[in-house]
């Protein structure tokens, strides 16, 4: 593994010490994977804290807050790693957060090993012999992509349920059978979960995963799928086989989160980017739950979720407060699910009036984003491809570069103080005529600040506004 040389440096200095300095967890495991490690994770065997602080003083300040957890955190030319003592945790009470943790500089590197949570994750690595300590066949593991817990003492935290589902997303493995009767086992112990903590773990899905359907395959298989009512009520519902082929809607929904992470847009996108556009395909269809039934359509008895996307706006942001996601996310997400069939609604071309005030109202999301999940929607058909579809996207894409919409929503040109130059003073007066303005440019009716003025003095000429008169005052 190519580690930075400051921190060989000091793990050479460690080992002169008498430590035994392992590197541990996701950098072995992502390194493993031909993937270049971010974080260097470092557990020191043979020393004490006291010890350990000594040898690495001379490479720069260490910070003891970890102290009561055995860990040191170093800052090497200008990076910070964490180098801890192995430890020993006891199970104390409920949740995550029941454990007691303390350090122990006599533990063995394959009881150390075995708290850990997965096989793949249990792997150290010698760094200044290259050698591998793989107590628990992990690098089999992560050759066979296979997700299998450590020990019995995976049910202590259930946590890990939702660590294996962002793990199998990430690294599109699957879990193994065992492993997933352990979490079908402790189904009952989501409740203990702090909500911050089932986001993180929610979040790392939605900006991390390469196959997201991975992740929601094992909240199946574990039978946690439960305790997510609105994706776990798309199980099941059965969709139209000639419009979809694929199968019912939480298939559809899979297919539809896997093209999207292999959508240039998500693959390119900010971590915010990506998980509004992760989270919007997740509950694009959750509408349909509630609104599936049979009708007649061109002469036969069909499958059809009539005004799903509406109905799906409420369930998204539910869904979305419950997840604990930030505030600014929910808006962005419903606006993208209960307007994510618009392209079905469009004309022959965009007029540009029609772009405008398409940006104004999925407003906060964009137009960038909305095309995205249609992408997203039409391509969870396999193998149905829409040849109209693409057309039509290519379209309202290409329109909205144009008009330089795509990114955001057009901004009034007129405004108050445009209002006080033309002698009008401020008062009700302003908000319709100030409304009538945004909406005759978004007509294209004016696309500069003179234009809006020389408009805005028309509609005053039109519309004389009628002023307030000032309160008298008795003497």
């Not at 002169?16 to 020191?44: H, M, N, Q, T, Y």
């Not at 995976?154 to 660590?163: A, N």
């Not at 600014?328 to 007029?351: F, K, S, T, W």
């Amino acid at each position: 593994m190519k580690l930075p040389l400051p921190l060989v440096t000091a793990l050479a200095a460690l080992r002169s010490a008498g430590g035994r300095p392992r590197l541990v967890g996701g950098c072995v495991r992502d390194w493993l994977l031909g993937l270049e490690p971010k974080d260097f994770d470092i557990e020191v065997y043979g020393l004490g804290y006291e010890p350990l602080g000594r040898a690495l003083a001379p490479f720069g300040p260490t910070d003891l807050v970890g102290r009561s957890f055995g860990v040191l955190k170093v800052r090497l030319e200008g990076a910070e790693y964490d180098f801890s003592l192995p430890r020993r945790e006891s199970k104390t009470g409920a949740g995550h957060r029941g454990f007691a943790v303390a350090p122990d500089p006599a533990l063995t590197e394959a009881e150390a090993a075995a708290r850990r949570d997965f096989t793949i994750n249990a792997i150290a690595y010698d760094p200044l012999e290259d050698r591998l300590l793989d107590f628990h066949h992990g690098a089999e593991d992560l050759k066979k992509k296979v997700l299998r817990h450590t020990g019995p003492a995976f049910i202590e935290d259930p946590l890990r349920v939702l660590r294996a589902f962002q793990f199998a997303a990430r690294f599109e493995l699957t879990l193994a059978p065992e492993t997933a009767a352990l979490c079908r086992s402790i189904r009952r112990t989501y409740s203990e979960l702090a909500v911050e903590r089932v986001w993180g773990e929610w979040d790392k899905w939605a900006i991390k995963a390469v196959r997201p359907s991975a992740g929601i395959s094992v909240l199946k298989q574990a039978g946690w799928l439960e305790h997510f009512p609105e994706l776990a009520a798309l199980d099941g519902v059965p969709q139209e086989p000639e419009w979809h082929p694929e199968g019912d809607v939480l298939v559809h929904t899979n297919h539809c989160l896997d093209a999207l992470a292999g959508l240039g847009s998500w693959r390119e996108g900010s971590p915010q980017t990506r998980r509004i556009l992760t989270f919007s395909v997740l509950a694009h269809d959750f509408g349909k739950a509630t609104t599936t039934k049979q009708a007649e359509r061109r002469g036969k008895l069909r499958w059809i979720s009539p005004e799903h996307e509406a109905a799906g706006g409420p369930l998204a942001e539910s869904f979305l407060t419950r997840l604990g996601a930030p505030l600014d996310l929910i808006p962005h997400v419903r606006q993208l699910v209960v307007n994510h069939l618009l392209h079905h609604q469009g004309a022959e071309a965009y007029r540009d009036t029609t772009v405008r005030r398409l940006a104004r109202k999925i407003e906060p999301a964009t137009i960038d984003e909305l095309i995205a999940v249609m992408q997203a929607d039409h391509l969870g058909r396999p193998p149905l491809v829409s040849a109209e579809t693409v057309r039509r996207l290519d379209h309202l894409r290409t329109a909205a570069r144009r008009l330089a919409l795509e990114h955001a929503a057009p901004k009034p040109i007129v405004l108050g103080r445009h209002l006080i130059a033309l002698g009008l003073p401020p008062g009700p007066q302003f908000k319709p005529a100030l409304e009538a303005a945004f909406e005759s440019q978004l007509d294209g009716a004016f696309a500069d600040e003179p234009g809006g003025m020389d408009w805005m003095r028309n509609y005053l000429r039109a519309h004389p506004p009628v002023l307030s008169s000032p309160p008298t005052t008795t003497p």
